[in-house]
């Protein structure tokens, strides 16, 4: 079993529609969550980052920790053509230089 | 300045070859890190130092050599590579290698072994 677990896609969904993307994990030392988003060709950018349980907003994006059933979301309101990426969860546990743990990435198509 | 700058973006090699990835950071920050992404794969985690010193290697083969000549520079240097060690090579940078990992990502370096 990977320790990260994500649905690779594709996901294609109509421009302005909510956008759900999800991992889970099995590692519950696991502390801190991040999504990353990458464009074709590029590196990949942090969009989101929260540590332990919990919700964190930042525009039409939100993060999303349940630790209780190790279940990390992003949800993209009012997704965009600009949207269409691929995104990354990853997670880190909490000693020092723990490293990150990357999903395998889901590759969203956004369409006008 | 929010970057990591990563030359040269594209790099073409034979597998006698001996060629240099560079990368470049001025937030900064004291951890850099090599990855490795195979396409539609993660990125794989190669090296990572830490207030230049090598803290983290992930038993990558010899014929890829890290240096960190100073805290803003980290080099990759390729030598007798394979085909199968095309990819793109991500350099990425942190405040320090504690805590959160929170990542700023060059655009990569994207290297064809023929």
């Known amino acids: 079993q990977k320790e990260v677990e994500q649905d690779p896609g594709p996901l294609s969904v109509p421009e302005g529609a909510i956008v759900s993307l999800n991992c889970t994990y099995s590692n519950s030392a696991f502390q801190y969550f991040m999504w990353y988003r990458q464009y074709s060709r590029k590196g990949p950018e942090l969009l989101m980052y929260?540590?332990?349980?919990g919700n964190k907003e930042d525009g039409r994006f939100t993060a999303q920790v349940d630790k209780s059933s190790k279940y990390i979301s992003l949800f993209i309101r009012d997704s965009q053509p600009s949207d269409s990426a691929t995104y990354l969860c990853?997670?880190?546990?909490?000693?020092?230089?723990?490293?990150?743990?990357f999903g395998t990435g889901t590759r969203l198509q956004v369409t006008l | 300045d929010t970057e990591v700058t990563q030359t040269p973006k594209h790099l073409v090699m034979g597998m006698t070859n001996k060629k240099s990835l560079k990368c470049e950071q001025h937030m900064g920050h004291r951890a850099m890190y090599w990855y490795k992404q195979k396409a539609k794969k993660p990125p794989e985690l190669m090296f990572v130092y830490s207030y230049e010193k090598l803290s983290i290697n992930e038993s990558v083969p010899s014929r890829f050599s890290p240096e960190c000549p100073n805290s803003s520079l980290l080099n990759l240097h390729l030598h007798a590579l394979q085909p199968e060690d095309s990819a793109l090579y991500l350099c990425?940078?942190?405040?320090?290698?504690?805590?959160?990992?929170?990542?700023?990502f060059g655009a990569g370096s994207r290297l064809t072994v023929l």
């Open positions: 990425a940078s942190s405040r320090d290698s504690s805590g959160a990992n929170v990542l700023t």
């Open positions: 990853a997670t880190q546990g909490a000693g020092t230089a723990s490293k990150l743990t």
């Open positions: 929260t540590y332990s349980s």
